[in-house]
């Protein structure tokens, strides 16, 4: 599942960069519109949902902070601007992030992971429970652990696979979630697999392991040398 995303900028370069820099991100955000200034921005995301929108401070017909002020809270903002004395306005406003121009690859990922995991934050289950409660923009649904595919850490958080394609954000580690879902087996420092969706095992180097899964996107994943004995029991 992918969220809606719009981009306004002024400046063409400015436009180019976010849009390239988003390109990291297809998978996760779509750019629906993109914006050369203020004007028919905030009617245009009350009659369409918008998940994340950058916008420039400075633009003809709005600032960037004053239209913050008029958007649903639903829609998250980041801004993006060559002026660092408005920072401290922009966060009064709950903007997610303030990036300073020339913005990094590594920057911009970290404030677009942020919003991603405000809009799929999943809730563990309880100790025998077969659900997951997850959160797809405004809206909450339940997941069966028995579709997790599999589950890595990233960032400080964990990220779900299930296998219809989608990723869902946990805040909490990885060997929560093993003490919770038994039935998983970790290959790697950072991977956490469940078993029924192996199709292939193969040996690659330095005493590693190459484990496909059956999800949407057939995902190879390589395990560590330290849990080679967990490899070899799912191999008996």
Known sequence: MSFNCIVAEDEELGRKRVLKLL???RRDFEVVKVFENGKGLVDFVKENTIHLAFLDIEMPYAKGTEIIQQLPRSTHVIFTTAYSNFAVEAFDHEAIDYLLKPISQERFDKAVYRVFSKLTVAKLPSPGSGKITVKLGNKHKLIDTSEVVFINSSHK???????????????????????R???????????????????EISSSFNSKYKVKMSDKSNTVLTSGRTYIQNIKDLLT
Not at 164 to 174: A, E, I, P, Q
């Open 23 to 25: 390109e990291n991100h």
């Open 157 to 179: 958080y964990s990220e779900i696979h299930d296998k219809h394609g989608n990723r869902f954000v946990h805040s909490d580690s990885l060997s929560t979630f093993e003490q």
């Open 181 to 199: 879902l038994r039935t998983f087996v970790q290959i790697h420092r950072g991977i956490l697999i469940n078993p029924d969706y192996i199709v």
